[in-house]
C-alpha cells in the first residue's frame, strides 16, 4: 500500500513533535536541578512584571525582583546587578515564556526554543553556501551546534545571542534570495543585541547601496523606527533608561574587550597592544568593505562573515555567548575546502570540528576561576575569533568566487591533466 505525501508528512510532523516533546522534559529536569539562567531571568522577570504588573522593566523594582529571583536576596555593589539592559521590544520575544508561572519550565521552553535555533541556524548556514555535503557530516555539525563550548554556554545561560544569529543568518539567506524586504525586518530585529551587529549592519546597507537594493535600507530603518515607536507608547522614555542601563553594565562586569582583558594581563602594554589590534582589524574591515561593496553575493557573504568575527576583537564590548554566530562561518570554510579539494577537503573539516570542539573544552575545564562561582577565564575570548580569521583568509580566494562556475571550471582543469 502507498503512503501519500500527507501522511508521510503527518508521520513527520508527529516524529518532530516527540523529539520537542522529549528534549523540552530532559531541559525540565535539568532547570528543576541546576542553576543557570541568568541571561534569560531578567528578561523573563522584566517582561513578566511589565506584562501583568505594569512595571518597567528597567525600573528599581523589578530590578530588586530580578536580583532575588538570582540571589534570593538583593545583589551587593561588586556583584552582577541583573539589570533588564535589553532594547524594550525584546519583550515582544521573551513575552509568550514570561507568561509561565513555573520559572524552571519557562527556561526549559526557552532552553528548547533555543536549540531549535540552532539547528535552523546550522541547516541555513549550509544553504547560504549552496552546499550538500554528506548525510553524516550534516549530522556532525548538527550535533556540533548544540554541543560545542560557545552554544552550550549561552544555552545554560538562556542567552538571546542564539536568537539572534538566527535572524542575522535569515536575513543573509533572503538577502541571497532577494527578499530584500524580509531581510530589513530580521535585521532590524537583530539589534535586541547591538554589539553583535553593530559593524555588521553598516556594512549590509553600504553593499545593498552599492547593489541599489533600497528596499533593504528602507525597510530596516521602517522597522526599526517602528519598533522604537510601538514600545514607546507603552514606556514612553524606555530608550533613555535603556541607554544608562548599557553605560552603566562595564562597571559591574567583567573585562569584555581584548583591551580590557590584554591590560589585565600585561598592566604595562596591554592596552597599547588593544588598540593595536583595534586599529589592524579597523583597517582591514574598511579595505574589504570597500572590495567587496558592488561585488556578487558569495563575496558579500565571505566579507559579511569576516565583520561578525572582527566584531568580537575590534574593542567593542562583547561576550563569548555572541560566538554562536560564527558558526555559519565556520560552514563556509569548510564548503570553501570541499570545493577545493573535492577528495580530502570534507576529512580536514572534520578535523577541524574535531579540534575545536575538544580544545575549546579542555581550555575552558583547565582555566576556569572559581570565584564566588564557577567563572569562564578571560582566555576563552580569543581561540574562535583567532583561529576563524586564519580560516577565512586561508579560503578567501576560493570563497569570494562564484562557486558554481569556479567548480566547472576546477573540473575542466582536472579533465584537462588528466
Not at 547601496?209 to 524606555?238: A, N, Q, Y
Not at 563575496?299 to 560564527?326: E, P
Request: aromatic share 14%; proline share 5%.
Amino acid at each position: 500500500m502507498r503512503i501519500n505525501s500527507t501522511t508521510t508528512i503527518m508521520m513527520l510532523l508527529f516524529i518532530l513533535l516527540c523529539i520537542i516533546f522529549g528534549i523540552t522534559y530532559f531541559n525540565y529536569g535539568y532547570c528543576q536541578n541546576n542553576p543557570g539562567g541568568n541571561d534569560f531571568i531578567p528578561r523573563y522577570i522584566g517582561t513578566r512584571l511589565f506584562l501583568l504588573n505594569g512595571w518597567s522593566p528597567y525600573g528599581e523594582q523589578t530590578t530588586e525582583e530580578i536580583q532575588k529571583t538570582i540571589f534570593g536576596r538583593l545583589a551587593s555593589n561588586d556583584e552582577d546587578q541583573s539589570l533588564f539592559v535589553y532594547p524594550m521590544y525584546t519583550v515582544l520575544l521573551v513575552a509568550p515564556f514570561s507568561l509561565i508561572s513555573d520559572i524552571a519550565l519557562a527556561r526549559a521552553l526557552w532552553m528548547t526554543a533555543l536549540q531549535l535555533c540552532l539547528v535552523i541556524t546550522t541547516i541555513t548556514g549550509f544553504m547560504l553556501c549552496s552546499w550538500k555535503p554528506p548525510v553524516w557530516f550534516w549530522g556532525m555539525m548538527v550535533l556540533f551546534s548544540l554541543l560545542w563550548y560557545h552554544s552550550v554556554r549561552p544555552l545554560i545561560n538562556g542567552n538571546l545571542s542564539i536568537v539572534v544569529a538566527l535572524f542575522i543568518t535569515l536575513s543573509l539567506l533572503s538577502i541571497q534570495k532577494n527578499h530584500d524586504a524580509m531581510a530589513g525586518f530580521l535585521l532590524s530585529i537583530t539589534t535586541i543585541k547591538p554589539q553583535m551587529v553593530i559593524l555588521l549592519i553598516p556594512f549590509i546597507l553600504l553593499w545593498a547601496v552599492s547593489k541599489k537594493r533600497w528596499s533593504i535600507i528602507g525597510v530596516f530603518f521602517g522597522s526599526l523606527t517602528l519598533l522604537i515607536v510601538l514600545m514607546s507608547l507603552f514606556e514612553p522614555d524606555w530608550l533613555v533608561k535603556n541607554i544608562l542601563q548599557v553605560i552603566s553594565y562595564p562597571t559591574y562586569t567583567l573585562a569584555g574587550t581584548p583591551g580590557a582583558i590584554l591590560s589585565e594581563w600585561l598592566p604595562g602594554v596591554g592596552l597599547q597592544f588593544g588598540w593595536l589590534l583595534t586599529i589592524l582589524m579597523l583597517g582591514t574591515l574598511i579595505v574589504e568593505w570597500r572590495l567587496a561593496c558592488g561585488k556578487m553575493y558569495n563575496w558579500f557573504l565571505w566579507a559579511a562573515y569576516l565583520t561578525l568575527t572582527v566584531t568580537n576583537v575590534i574593542g567593542i564590548r562583547t561576550t563569548t555567548a555572541n560566538y554562536v554566530a560564527l558558526l555559519p562561518a565556520l560552514i563556509l570554510v569548510f564548503a570553501s575546502m570541499d570545493g577545493r579539494w573535492p577528495k580530502f577537503g570534507i576529512w580536514i573539516s572534520t578535523s577541524i570540528v574535531v579540534f575545536l570542539f575538544s580544545s575549546l573544552w579542555v581550555l575552558f575545564i583547565n582555566t576556569l576561576d572559581y570565584l564566588d562561582q564557577p567563572t569562564q577565564d578571560s582566555i576563552m575570548f580569543f581561540p574562535l575569533p583567532l583561529i576563524l580569521l586564519l580560516l577565512l583568509y586561508w579560503v578567501r580566494w576560493w570563497a569570494i568566487r562564484d562557486r558554481p562556475s569556479y567548480l566547472s571550471s576546477l573540473h575542466r582543469v582536472q579533465i584537462g591533466k588528466s
